[in-house]
Structure formats: structure tokens, C-alpha cells
């Protein structure tokens, strides 16, 4: 009989609870769906913690989806959330190297007469131009790569005879890119050596020199495009069983276009003596996002710096966007239109240089 009395309480309880719950958390028949292009993207996982917390503290309604970096999935769960209902889209669309994917998106949410927010991971200017209620949310490409290409610079004129380890008075380099085809990750290849260049010859110093004559590229690619910590951990394994200080042929920079690969090129450092303490020799090794584990990896010693990506900004200009549309509004009104591009709706979320407790 108390077993009884008990359990009608809890049902009572979680009766009261559980609408609470579902209203302001995520669930499949919500009025918002989220499309992340993979969860386990570092940065991306951050952006989702932000955006998950500010639509639950504004009461929005919401389902996460994780394209697991599959397009055909992607668009099949965007086919999904119209049927049951969805009133407006967040998308961070998985396939960037051509506009085919976005628009049939785009002409998805155009038939149901709902709004779409594509985010991080641009979409061309013709695409969110094709309808009145999309906008892209995300950053200046370029920005980082000038923004890292002038930190890396500034370091190497400040530290040039601790860098170069192999004595030879040039700078030996490694770049890790990401995803081939991805606006940011070749913009930030483009300008992370072209400004540090620019820095380096101002100063009477030659410019970076890639450790592989034989690569023209100039960067080693993550082959299954997810800018993976395994992938530069793999390769930076590798390069270690044929490059160190006692040969004299040692990498003495490391250039990686997110903190997810910086972390596994430090892992591998690690594991092979390097940028363990300060006993050890330590090679500069630099990142994009200011992710968590990279902000103590710089505390540690074991990184040089990073250019922080503002997930908090981006969750909190996606909120207001989203709150526009579900109220029929405007997708930017009141917000900051310095900040917009001219002649597309494109906001962007500044960058900024992280080499330690506050960006600079």
C-alpha cells in the first residue's frame, strides 16, 4: 500500500514536471530544428551547448539533429522536421563546396513558407538572396587567417633564435587544413602564412618554409574532411619518426586551422618528448576557436595561441534570429546592422587573438 501511495506521488510529480520540460527543451515535434553537420566537431559541440542553453532560457521549443557530416542525411532530416511541423530552421549545412545542397534546402523551407538560418559554415550570397527569409549567420572567412597569419608573425620576430631549433635562420612549418573546399579552411591556409610572411619580411627575416619540399600543396588535408584531432595526430606521428631536433630537420611551427587538430598535433608532441613542461623542448603550435581544452593547453605552455571563434556570440545572434522569425518578423531587425553584410543578409560574428587569460 505504501508502495502504491509512493508511485502515484512520483506520477503526480513528473505530470507536473514533464510538460515544463518538453516545452522549453528539445523534442521531435518542436517549433525550431537544429541541424549540426556533425556533433563531434569541437567547435560546433561548443556553439550547440551555447544555442541549447539560450533557446531553454527563452523558452523556445527545439530538436537537435547530428548529419553525423552526411548531406543526403542532413536533407533527409530536414524533409523530416517540415512534414511534422517545423516552423523555422537552423542549419549548418554539411556539404559548402557547391550551392546545391543549401538550395534544395532553401526551396524546401520556401514551399512550407518557413524561415531558415544557415550558421558556421557559409553559404553563397546567391543562395540566401533566393529568399526573403534566409540569412546566414557566421563569420569573416578571412578574418582569422589574417588574424593568426599576424599572430604566428609576431611570435616568430619576438622568439626568432628560441624557433629556430635547426639553426639554419629559417623557420620549418607544418599546416594542418581541415576540410578541403571549406571557405574558412582555405582562407585561414591563405593568410596564417601569408601574413606571418608579411610580418616576418618587415622584420629582415625569410619567409616560412614548408617542411616537404615535395608537397606543393603546402598543408596536409584531414582526407575525411572533419578537421579531426585523430587525423593531425596521425600525421604528426609520422612526421616525428623522421623529424626531430637531433636530426636537425626538426618542424619548428605548427599551424593548425582549428584547436581540434592542434590538440592532436600536441598529443603527438607529447608522446614524443616535445611541449611536455618547461624542461622540454617546445614547438609553437597554433589553433582557430579558443575551444576550452585549448585555453588550458596555452596556460600549460603546451600551445602558443589561438584566434577565439565566439560560440556564445553565434548562439546568442542565432536566438535573436530565431525569435525574429517564429514572431514574423524580420530575421535581423534590431539587431547589429554594423555588423551585416551590404548587400546580402549575412551577419557576422568577429574574431579575435587568444594567447592567453583575455583575447587581445
Known amino acids: 500500500m505504501k508502495n502504491s501511495k509512493k508511485l502515484i506521488v512520483l506520477l503526480l510529480a513528473l505530470s507536473l514536471v514533464l510538460p515544463l520540460f518538453i516545452s522549453c527543451g528539445s523534442r521531435e515535434n518542436a517549433d525550431v530544428h537544429v541541424f549540426y553537420y556533425t556533433y563531434s566537431d569541437t567547435y560546433i559541440s561548443t556553439v550547440r551547448a551555447s544555442l541549447d542553453k539560450a533557446l531553454k532560457n527563452a523558452g523556445v521549443s527545439y530538436q537537435d539533429h547530428d548529419s553525423n557530416n552526411n548531406q543526403t542525411t542532413q536533407t533527409e532530416q530536414v524533409q523530416t522536421a517540415i512534414t511534422k511541423g517545423a516552423k523555422l530552421l537552423v542549419v549548418n549545412i554539411v556539404t559548402t563546396g557547391s550551392d546545391d545542397a543549401a538550395n534544395g534546402i532553401v526551396a524546401l523551407a520556401k514551399e512550407a513558407g518557413i524561415p531558415v538560418i544557415f550558421f558556421n559554415r557559409e553559404v553563397s550570397d546567391s543562395v540566401v538572396n533566393s529568399y526573403d527569409k534566409c540569412v546566414f549567420i557566421g563569420t569573416d572567412a578571412t578574418e582569422a587567417g589574417k588574424l593568426q597569419g599576424d599572430m604566428i608573425g609576431d611570435y616568430i620576430v619576438q ?4 624557433v629556430d631549433l635547426n639553426g639554419d635562420g629559417k623557420i620549418s612549418y607544418v599546416l594542418f587544413m581541415g576540410e578541403k573546399g571549406n571557405n574558412e579552411a582555405i582562407y585561414r591556409t591563405r593568410y596564417s ?28 588535408l584531414d582526407r575525411e574532411g ?17 623529424h626531430s631536433v637531433a636530426n636537425k630537420n626538426m ?4 599551424i593548425c586551422n582549428n584547436d581540434g587538430m592542434a590538440e592532436g598535433a600536441i598529443s603527438a608532441l607529447n608522446s614524443a618528448g616535445y611541449n611536455t613542461g618547461k624542461d622540454s623542448t617546445t614547438i609553437p603550435v597554433f589553433g582557430v576557436d579558443a575551444t576550452s581544452a585549448a585555453k588550458e593547453l596555452i596556460k600549460a605552455g603546451k600551445m602558443a595561441g589561438t584566434i577565439k571563434q565566439d560560440a556564445e556570440g553565434m548562439a546568442k545572434a542565432i536566438l535573436a534570429s530565431v525569435q525574429n522569425g517564429l514572431n514574423g518578423n524580420k530575421i535581423f531587425d534590431g539587431m547589429e546592422m554594423q555588423n551585416i553584410d551590404k548587400d ?3 551577419l557576422r560574428i568577429p574574431y579575435a587573438v587568444y594567447l592567453g587569460e583575455e583575447e587581445q
Open 344 to 346: 546580402v543578409a549575412k
Open 193 to 220: 602564412v601569408e601574413n606571418a610572411d608579411a610580418k616576418l619580411k618587415a622584420a629582415g627575416k625569410p619567409a616560412l618554409v614548408f617542411y616537404d619540399a615535395a608537397n606543393k600543396d603546402k598543408y596536409l
Open 251 to 254: 618542424v619548428e611551427l605548427i
Open 159 to 162: 622568439n626568432y633564435n628560441s
Open 226 to 242: 572533419k578537421w579531426s584531432a585523430q587525423a593531425a595526430n596521425e600525421y604528426m606521428t609520422t612526421l616525428l619518426s623522421s
